[in-house]
């Protein structure tokens, strides 16, 4: 599982009262929110109100499940064991059917809404909001030619962007993987106080981070029937190849050309750069190596290459 970094604790209120065991609401809940609760050895503590139910369990996407047991207030608790500071996915299951944590806010992951709780890791601080200049994450729609639609991205824009106002920059295009999307580097990650805290430090450059939707179709494609077919399948991988093709198209042919046309961006390939996390680092080897006159920088983390034979 991917580590995402999220540290930010709530200044306020239930958000930061500690219970006599030591355990503090997550800093991923809804604000006021008393669970899920983490404790320093990195156990978390799920409370969900399930009067009727005959079975609740904590649903977590590494593949374990968490059976609750039943109060008398009809409530259903649970602690688990200590688990791996980062952000972890999960879903509750109350008598088979899947449902959402009212007490976590939901991330998207795994091609859907799910809640999520952040285990922090100890002695950390590079991925939380430090007193540093900040910079800010802006959405942009453009309309895309390639797809006929119009697609939306986040961009970081740095410390000083609006301010320094001759200043052009270097151009990052960090894409997520599968089942995710172009919030999570944001939302689960916190990749915007990450470069705030590196820039204060001098430890990296001032820069643009291009946050792109991973998934496309060009224009007119009609999806194939894919019902029943395993990953792998030529089917599948028919399929995948197209919507490769699609993302390649419409970042080279239309985002590129969008944010160098709305952005002070430095337009030539020594200071365009692009990486991506499994599924995105797939899409970034492609994309780079059919165009290295657009690219200089190249960053995969477990992704492959694409196969089109």
Same mark, same amino acid.
């Given at each position: ?11 306020? #209120? ?11 609401? =997550?800093?991923?809940?809804? *604000? #006021? ?27 977590? *996407? ?6 609750? =047991? ?39 992951? &795994? &091609? ?28 942009? *729609?453009? $309309? ?34 599968? &089942? ?11 990749? $915007? ?23 496309? *179709? ?9 019902? #029943? ?37 430095? =337009? ?42």
């Amino acid at each position: 599982m991917k580590r995402l970094a999220i540290a930010i604790f709530l200044a306020a #209120g239930l958000c930061c009262a500690q219970s006599p065991d030591g355990f503090q609401p =997550a800093s991923t809940n809804v *604000w #006021g929110a008393e669970f899920p609760r983490v404790d320093a050895a990195g156990k978390a503590e799920f409370r969900i109100k399930a009067p009727d139910a005959a079975k609740v369990q904590i649903n977590f *996407w590494s593949g374990s499940k968490i059976d609750m =047991a039943k109060q008398l207030d009809g409530f259903w608790t649970a602690t688990t064991g200590p688990l791996v500071p980062g952000f972890h996915y999960y879903t509750v299951i109350i008598d088979s059917a899947e449902e959402t944590d009212p007490g976590s806010h939901t991330f998207f992951g &795994g &091609g859907k809404d799910a809640s999520g709780i952040e285990i922090p890791e100890a002695g950390a601080t590079y991925y939380s909001p430090q007193d540093v200049p900040h910079g800010q994450v802006r959405e942009v *729609w453009y $309309n895309s030619k390639v797809t006929g639609t119009w697609r939306h991205a986040l961009v970081y824009t740095p410390p000083g962007y609006d301010t320094n106002t001759r200043t052009r920059y270097p151009v990052l295009y960090l894409q997520h993987g599968g &089942g995710e999307d172009e919030t999570g580097w944001v939302r689960q990650g916190h990749a $915007n106080f990450i470069l705030d805290n590196l820039i204060a430090a001098g430890k990296t450059k001032p820069m643009l981070v291009v946050m792109a939707y991973g998934y496309a *179709w060009h224009v007119g494609h009609v999806n194939a029937d894919l019902t #029943g077919k395993p990953f792998g399948s030529p089917e599948m991988m028919k399929a995948m190849q197209e919507m490769s093709s699609a993302f390649e198209d419409d970042l080279t042919q239309d985002l590129i050309p969008y944010i160098d046309a709305n952005f002070r961006t430095i =337009a030539d390939r020594d200071h365009r750069a692009m990486a991506g996390l499994s599924m995105g680092g797939m899409q970034t080897f492609q994309v780079t190596f059919d165009h290295l006159d657009l690219f200089s920088y190249i960053g995969g983390f477990t992704g492959q290459v694409a196969c089109r034979c």
